[in-house]
């Protein structure tokens, strides 16, 4: 099965956060008190309910204020370092490869949480459990859309294999070239390529996205060095505490100091 | 043998925490490694669950933090002169760690006089508070993930790991060398027991310290 997910067309959102409202639907999420901030952005941040928000970043732009708003949720990474990390192999991959977890193995120890690049995955007190959008695979299993593309009207969303939706996203960053001369395609290749594609009418710090997101080196050096190789040393100091047993025995020092110590070895 | 003299050798104070925390050591690693690998899920229903392992961490967690802290405001004298001791570095505390590797292995070798805790020991009383420091810590930092920067939070997970590893790494030598070693049973009993050690024991493996502190008693 080849990848899938869908575009988020920046240049066609309008921001009314439709797409808010239907995953929240579909999760059966309840709502969240909030309170007006001076912003558009109704939801401040990613929580265990609210798998996925329209962030507004306004900017004064030779004497006009410029909106930026953008849909964030999971990127649906290809090389997920969720995935890696999860020490209870909860979260896996579908043959879409859409990033899912699976809620019962959760033990809610939030290691995904930190490793995430784009810290997408928010810590559920309530029922001690890792939450984030799943990319609806109940849905599309059964030839739907995920609940989020369905809602929208603009046609900003787009599901479709990862292939396709790169081609379509090249192309109307070429379009919108003569517009928006920063445009550009996010999610090609950032973290390793994610199957969320955007594109982005100028540039992505303008939506608070990184440039380039990377996994940090702390936990590379945790999960690729220091888990692997360094549980050895237990085992090494074990053997050499086993073979000091022997050979000072062997070798006559216990019974030469045997009328020390004879408290516990005799 | 039975009427030999006793020498106090380990503090009430001492063995509490030794106590406690050699407890508090073993359930923290193994809920813990419930947590970070399946390889040890056959133990799950000891501790009610990966969820109850879970609790189970941080209910011990913070007996580990709060023993040493209570007997730190309690009595800080004797936190303060025990480091003292660790960190009196001389030359037969060198020498010793050099012979140590073959004493260690059965080669006979003439140990300088060591005080009332050996090179190794001193090396070890400075070990496992640096790790209980940082292992404490990064747990904090772990626990409550959504109150830090999420650097803290990476970093911490590294940390946390390197602890325990190094941790248990130098409690394997640590539990062989105060048990089953020829010559330690005596400080085994110390830290477990009641905190004596037989006086011709303590002469011949702590010299310096019996001569300073019951040497004169035995003169009269
Ligand atoms: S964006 Fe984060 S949570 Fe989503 S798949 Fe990538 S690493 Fe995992
Ligand atoms: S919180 Fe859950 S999904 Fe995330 S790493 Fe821990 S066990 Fe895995």
Redo the contacts with the bound molecule.
Sequence with gaps: MPNKGYLVDTSKCIGCRGCVVACKQWNQLPAERTSFKGTYQTVPDLTANNYTIVTFHEYEEDGQIKWYFTKRQ????LD????KVCPQKAISKTDTGA?VRDREKCVGCQY?AAA???H??RYDKVNDKET?CSLCPERTAEGELPACVKACITGALQYGDRDQLLAIANKRVSELKAEYPNANVYGDKQ?GG?NIIYVLADKPEKYGFEEDPKVSIAITAWQDIIQPYFPWLIALTGAVSVFSFFSTRLLGVGKEKAHEGEGIHG | MAEEKRVVKSSLGARITHWSHTICWFILLFSGLLMVTDWFSWLAPVFGGVNGANLLHRIFAIVFAAVPLIGLIYNPRSFINWMKEALTWGKDEIKFMMMFPFDLIGIKVNMPPQDRINAGQKFNSLFFPTIGLFIGLSGVVMWFAESFPLWMVRIAYPIHDLCWILGTMQLMFHMYLGSLHPGSGESFWAMFGDGKVRASWAKHHHTKWYERVYGEEEEE
Excluded: E, Q, R
């Design positions: 999971c990127m649906h990474c997920p370092v969720c995935l990033v995904c995430c690049p784009f997408v995955p984030k973290a994610t």
